[in-house]
């Protein structure tokens, strides 16, 4: 099975969230590009969130609430991070991690 090079998701009510997806490993920039973008009037917050492997507690690592695009630095095996809305309050916003 082919991992997944990117995952997307539209937030438009609370816990809407990206697939999680691991970074890249052994290349000359290890990790992920992140894009929040907020449309029509979004007011909310978004958080980076992280775990070892699908069955580890999952922590929080960031939490934004204004357009964002950031990399992830990251080269540790068996990582995944998502974006999820962890507060909603109106409008929509288009979020994509990426490797």
């Not at 697939?19 to 029509?40: C, F, K, N, V, Y």
């Not at 009037?41 to 699908?54: E, P």
């Amino acid at each position: 099975m082919t991992e997944q090079k990117y995952v997307t998701k539209t937030v438009t009510k609370l816990n809407d969230a990206t697939a999680w997806i691991s970074p890249t490993h052994d290349t000359p920039r290890p990790g992920l590009d992140m894009s929040i973008q907020e449309e029509s009037a979004f007011v909310g917050t978004i958080a980076l969130q992280k775990r070892r492997d699908s069955t580890a507690a999952i922590k929080m690592v960031e939490e934004y609430t204004l357009d964002e695009e950031a990399r992830i630095d990251d080269n540790v095996p068996g990582v995944q991070y998502r974006l999820i809305c962890t507060a909603y309050t109106s409008g929509h916003c288009f979020l994509e991690l990426y490797r």
